[in-house]
Nanobody
Framework: QVQLVESGGGLVQPGGSLRLSCAASGSVSIYAMGWHRQGPGKQRELVAVISSGGSTNYADSVKGRFTIARDNAKNTVYLQMNSLKPEDTAVYYC?????????WGQGTQVTVSS
């Protein structure tokens, strides 16, 4: 069992930046780690994913603005979010996934508003 705890959300003005962190209770080096989000009235969507080997993929809507990274020594994955837009407003969830199982965090709220 792996517990994931997200942090770093908050209120930011359009064009601003935030860095989200996801701390795991144990080693996640074998898992693909991802960030998903669910905006008001919307379905949950994949934002970014990083494989156990470090390969990354991003949703088209965040390419060039968001960066996912992992630090296996700290059992932590990060999401650096730059040039934030109001449409990025959502609850952001961390996810650890293997072919056999998936773990989810409780989410952290990101609000982009002036």
């Amino acid at each position: 069992q792996v517990q994931l705890v997200e942090s770093g959300g908050g209120l930011v003005q359009p064009g601003g930046s935030l860095r989200l962190s996801c701390a795991a209770s144990g080693s996640v080096s074998i898992y693909a780690m991802g960030w998903h989000r669910q905006g008001p009235g919307k379905q949950r969507e994949l934002v970014a994913v990083i494989s156990s080997g470090g390969s990354t993929n991003y949703a088209d809507s965040v390419k060039g603005r968001f960066t996912i990274a992992r630090d296996n020594a700290k059992n932590t994955v990060y999401l650096q979010m730059n040039s934030l837009k109001p449409e990025d407003t959502a609850v952001y969830y961390c996810n650890a996934r293997s072919p056999a199982i998936a773990y989810w965090g409780q989410g952290t709220q990101v609000t982009v508003s002036s």
